[in-house]
């Protein structure tokens, strides 16, 4: 059973901090890794996405992915009030159709003004 | 850019009555559709995925049913409702060669009494 395991939270963090979310996966032939926020009530948004190991960077996220440790990250700088949201990690196949892709359920983030 | 429609927002059903959910692509030609379900504080679960007109891939032996009878529609069904169908019922679309990168409908938050 392959399976994506994230924190559930909450977890609290004062604005202006970084937040680092975390989250393992058990199929080693894992190839492509996902970030999607999602707002209470609301449809997930996909926020970032990583493909090799390493840090990879946009705007005032980072993700972190080491293979070798099946596990993947997201740091999330200067955190705003407006970063408050349930963060889903997904990991895929890497092949062309997403029906592969398996959720966390998700980190509770809470940004405390 | 890509858009999902999805209606209704929010369905009340009593347990045995029939279900039609629908969804409708802009932006995009020919993409992979699916039909996940949420429950409260967890992660997506798969419901439904189809690569075209008429071709759907059940991940989960159910009481429901989807259809796609034109490229850029997805319609989930039942005939009986059962109270382990409430959830929060997502459509999602991925571009033709996207990457598994999916983006998705507002939801439907679905509650059976």
């Known amino acids: 059973q392959k399976e994506v395991e994230q924190n559930s939270g909450p977890l609290s963090v004062p604005e202006g901090a970084i937040a680092s979310l975390n989250c393992t996966y058990s199929?080693?032939?894992?190839?492509?890794f996902f970030w999607y926020r999602q707002y209470s009530g609301k449809s997930p948004e996909l926020i970032m996405f990583?493909?090799?190991?390493g840090d990879k960077e946009d705007g005032r996220f980072t993700a972190q992915l080491n293979k070798a440790s099946q596990y993947v990250s997201l740091l999330i700088r200067d955190s705003q009030p407006s970063d408050s949201a349930t963060y889903l990690c997904a990991v895929g196949s890497g092949y062309s159709s997403a029906s592969k892709i398996i959720f966390g359920s998700g980190t509770r983030l809470s940004i405390r003004p | 850019s890509q858009t999902i429609h999805q209606w209704p927002a929010t369905l009340v059903q009593p347990v045995g009555s029939p279900l039609s959910l629908e969804c409708t692509v802009e932006?995009?030609?020919?993409?992979?559709l699916y039909w996940y379900r949420q429950a409260a504080g967890r992660g997506l679960q798969l419901l439904f995925y189809s690569v075209g007109i008429g071709q759907i891939s059940s991940e989960v032996p159910q009481n429901l049913s989807a259809s796609r009878p034109q490229d850029r529609q997805f319609i989930l069904s039942s005939k009986k409702l059962l109270l382990s169908d409430s959830g929060f019922y997502l459509c999602?679309?991925?571009?033709?060669?996207?990457?598994?990168?999916?983006?998705f409908g507002s939801g439907t938050q679905l509650s059976v009494l």
């Open positions: 990583i493909y090799s190991n």
């Open positions: 999602a679309g991925e571009a033709r060669q996207g990457g598994e990168k999916l983006f």
């Open positions: 199929d080693r032939g894992s190839q492509s």
């Open positions: 932006g995009t030609s020919n993409p992979n």
